[in-house]
């Protein structure tokens, strides 16, 4: 563990003479032996010195480029260091970070007047600023410089009013009294937003991690409304990346000092009912605003820093993190508590020397930690934040093997019901067998993202798994499958699917492309869906797990007929002492009836047709919401010899004078 501490004398100015051994320090009250000590002071604190220079790379000269070439959009990022590089030896990195979404327009005003004052007036020459935003997402803004005039044109740019529509909805007795019809509360979605800010900090810290330096993060925004214990699990995940990251939060209420109204300001309603009179709406409103500022300080706190409340001179939160990292002792020590609990380790700094003791009037450093955590020991907010961390996560995770299928099959004119299939081996839950579990759980998320990256479509679901008895005995030599569906428009698509085992917490990602076409606009071909081939039919009633439990989607359901569910290959793997189930759609988007199509399956090895069904012939059952005339195909696969064959599906519309053709490869074991 590293700690930074800052200790001052009683004449305001820090003490530089002190020696490793003149400190004590212990985790939960043991004591710790010091391997790593050094005094850290900036030099360059007068406008009339020179900062240090920062080496930088010689990097060859680009050629020229051409008139007619475009000027490329890049994202800009935190330039990391070479491991052992000190890029920034003796510079104060310091990170402005706008948190648009927590502060009301006034209050945007208010962070980005108090960052031009402090890049004027207050800035050093030892000073190394950065900037970031969040409104939808992170952005950096500008990365490391001292470059005064750059940092305040990007200050300028600041998009007041971006990230708008994140307030906080309180529904007690201090919510205002619209006037408006009674609704639904919707107070749960504070839970999300704050979670989002703490995520967007996380994600801050993360890219600061690999600079080896101290820095400090100045994080202006409008309080953060933190609901009980839902958001304990992001505020430590938070809180231990920057430890981790060797950062500090000073956090700065860009509310300033606040003179609340009994009954709410002009920026809103009063409360009705009879809290008015009692004393409830006034009290409700304090306690609100105190525990928003409430998690400012406790960002502050642990992580070494300092939060700015109640002050309408914003500046001064950024002159106290530069000031905390003019000069500060780095103490650190590997911690005798090898255990992977999670719980919190208390630290404790002293001085033994009792002269240097009657100098010093302040000494602040970081109160403790948590400790890594063992998957056994999660509790439920914490299995959920790994489950949404893990699907963020750019390197998926993958001690766990699953094969996913995504189909799709027109619904309306610009509407597609896309089902999504998931298998996972049996054999992947033996270790959680063999613990003894006689259950276990597995979870499921899920997104789907369109061509510009955002959300169109998620999934959280879980199953239970027997593992003893005669389902146990089986496990080894089964599959485990999940389905799920949606309804998506034509487009291209990027799926995220991750599932946890929650007896061992391994985990497994699939991620893939996929492409919803446009069928209505099909006119040289025959318009047909995706082809589903499947050995396997079951009864919805004994399914191990669904998530369609809406009547309507069942009904609407493709692969469901007379309650069985056609369950999708995934793999495309069969046996020959197997059926091969053929599913598919063929439409017919302006007919009126159903127009007779002819279709049949074959097999190909290489250029050798192994086998072809016999021609199936369908002059009926044209569905007149979604114009899609089922095919179904039930092929013995005895007549096949083992080994790899190319799928072929053709269909053949004579009235239409249309065709279509589908290929794919399967496998066929003895």
């Avoid at 080896?212 to 009980?228: D, H, M, P, R, T």
């Avoid at 992001?234 to 009994?262: C, E, H, K, W």
């Avoid at 076409?517 to 006119?523: F, G, H, I, R, Y």
Wanted: net charge neutral; aromatic share 8%; charged share 25%.
């Amino acid at each position: 563990m590293i700690e930074d501490v800052l200790i001052k004398g009683k004449d305001g100015k820090p003490i530089p003479d002190l020696k490793k051994s003149d400190f004590t320090i212990t985790e939960d009250g043991k004591p710790q032996e010091i391997k790593f000590f050094e005094f850290q002071t900036l030099e360059g604190e007068s406008a009339d010195t020179p900062p240090p220079a920062i080496k930088k790379p010689v990097e060859p000269t680009p050629p020229p480029r051409a008139k007619s070439d475009v000027k490329p959009l890049t994202t800009l990022e935190i330039t990391p260091e070479r491991p052992g590089d000190l890029k920034y030896r003796n510079r104060r990195l310091m990170v402005l970070f706008f948190d648009m979404t927590s502060m009301p327009i006034q209050d945007q005003r208010r962070a980005q007047t108090a960052a031009q004052k402090f890049l004027q007036t207050q800035m050093k020459p030892a000073d190394l600023v950065a900037i970031m935003t969040f409104a939808s997402d992170i952005k950096v803004m500008e990365d490391f410089t001292d470059d005064r005039d750059l940092l305040a044109k990007d200050i300028r740019s600041l998009v007041i009013g971006e990230g708008q529509g994140f307030e906080v909805s309180n529904q007690d007795d201090s919510a205002s009294d619209t006037g408006a019809a009674f609704q639904q509360d919707d107070t749960e979605f504070n839970i999300f937003n704050t979670d989002r800010q703490l995520s967007a900090l996380e994600t801050a810290v993360k890219m600061l991690g690999s600079l080896n330096e101290k820095k400090s993060l100045v994080y202006f925004a409008s309080g953060i409304q933190k609901n009980g214990l839902d958001n304990q699990a992001q505020l430590r995940s938070t809180i231990n990346a920057a430890i981790r990251a060797n950062v500090s939060f000073y956090p700065i209420d860009a509310r300033g000092l606040v003179a609340q109204a009994p009954l709410g300001d002009a920026t809103k309603g009063s409360p009705g009912g009879q809290g008015m009179y009692s004393g409830s709406s006034a009290r409700a409103q304090t306690n609100n605003f105190q525990n928003q500022q409430e998690t400012l300080y406790t960002l502050a706190a642990d992580t070494g820093g300092k939060a700015l409340l109640d002050n309408n001179d914003l500046s001064m939160g950024i002159v106290q993190a530069q000031k905390d990292m003019t000069n500060y002792y780095i103490i650190g020590y590997y911690s005798t508590n090898t255990a992977v609990d999670g719980h919190f380790r208390r630290i404790k700094i002293t001085i033994n020397d009792k002269s240097a003791m009657a100098r010093i009037a302040k000494v602040d450093y970081r109160q403790g930690y948590y400790a890594d955590k063992q998957f056994n020991k999660f509790s439920a907010s914490d299995k959920e934040h790994q489950l949404a961390q893990a699907l963020a996560l750019g390197d998926p995770i993958t001690d766990m093997d699953l094969a996913m299928e995504l189909d799709y099959f027109r619904l309306g004119r610009d509407r597609y019901f896309v089902p999504l299939a998931v298998k996972i081996p049996g054999s992947e839950i033996e270790l959680a067998r063999h613990g003894g579990a006689d259950t276990t759980r597995l979870d499921f998320i899920g997104e789907i993202k369109d061509s510009k990256n955002s959300t169109v479509a998620n999934v959280r679901d879980n199953i239970a798994v027997k593992m003893k008895g005669e389902s146990g005995q089986q496990l080894a030599k089964t599959t485990l499958e999940y389905d799920t569906g949606f309804t998506l428009p034509p487009g291209t698509y990027t799926a995220k699917f991750l599932a946890r085992e929650n007896e061992t917490g391994k985990m497994g990602t699939y991620e893939t492309k996929f492409v919803v076409p446009d069928l209505t606009s099909q006119q040289k071909y025959l318009p047909i869906s995706s082809v589903v081939l499947s050995n396997q039919r079951e009864r919805m009633d004994a399914a191990l797990a669904t998530a369609e439990k809406d009547k309507k989607i069942l009904a609407a359901h493709p692969l469901i007929q007379d309650g069985v569910k056609l369950v999708p290959s995934v793999t495309r793997v069969f046996k020959t002492d197997q059926n091969l189930y053929v599913y598919l759609e063929a439409y017919q988007p302006t007919a009126e009836t159903t127009q007779p199509v002819v279709a049949n399956v074959s097999f190909y090895r290489g250029k050798v047709k192994a086998f072809e069904s016999e021609p199936l012939r369908v002059s009926e059952g044209l569905n007149p919401k979604t114009k899609a005339l089922p095919l179904r195909f039930s092929l013995p696969l005895a007549k096949l010899q083992p080994g790899r064959y190319t799928c072929q599906v053709s269909v053949l519309d004579p009235t239409a004078q249309k065709f279509a053709f589908w290929r794919a490869p399967i496998v066929v074991l003895p």
